[in-house]
């Protein structure tokens, strides 16, 4: 069992950066793969990044070069550095834990939850 609380989130001006942080408590926090999902109002839960034990990487396609994920085990904390960022940006962002080797980009494949973090990039 594993604990997540999100932080870090806010309203920013477009062009502007942000950095999500998730600590975590419980369980070995290195043998989770962690990821990041966000979900903006009316439309479905979306990736965005995660980042394994091993260190592979994936991001969503339409973020990379904006968004970096990055963890630190000693701190049990996993960072989303949010640069550039755009009103269409704005939704809730949720960290997430997978035991899985095959975590990949699906939410199904990641079974714990933090309670999630607004972010809203407007002017």
């Known amino acids: 069992q594993v604990q997540l609380v999100e932080s870090g989130g806010g309203l920013v001006q477009p062009g502007g950066s942000l950095r999500l942080s998730c600590a975590a408590s419980g369980r070995t926090f290195s043998a989770y793969a962690m990821g990041w999902f966000r979900q903006a109002p009316g439309k479905e839960r979306e990736f965005v990044a995660a980042r394994g034990w091993s260190g592979e990487i994936y991001y969503a396609d339409s973020l990379k070069g904006r968004f970096t994920i990055s963890r630190d085990n000693a701190k049990n904390t996993v960072y989303l550095q949010m640069n550039s960022l755009k009103p269409e940006d704005t939704a809730v962002y949720y960290c997430?834990?997978?035991?899985?080797?095959?975590?990949?980009?699906?939410?199904?494949?990641?079974?714990?939850w933090g309670q999630g973090t607004q972010v809203t990039v407007s002017s």
């Open positions: 997430a834990a997978s035991t899985r080797t095959d975590f990949g980009t699906l939410a199904a494949r990641y079974s714990y």
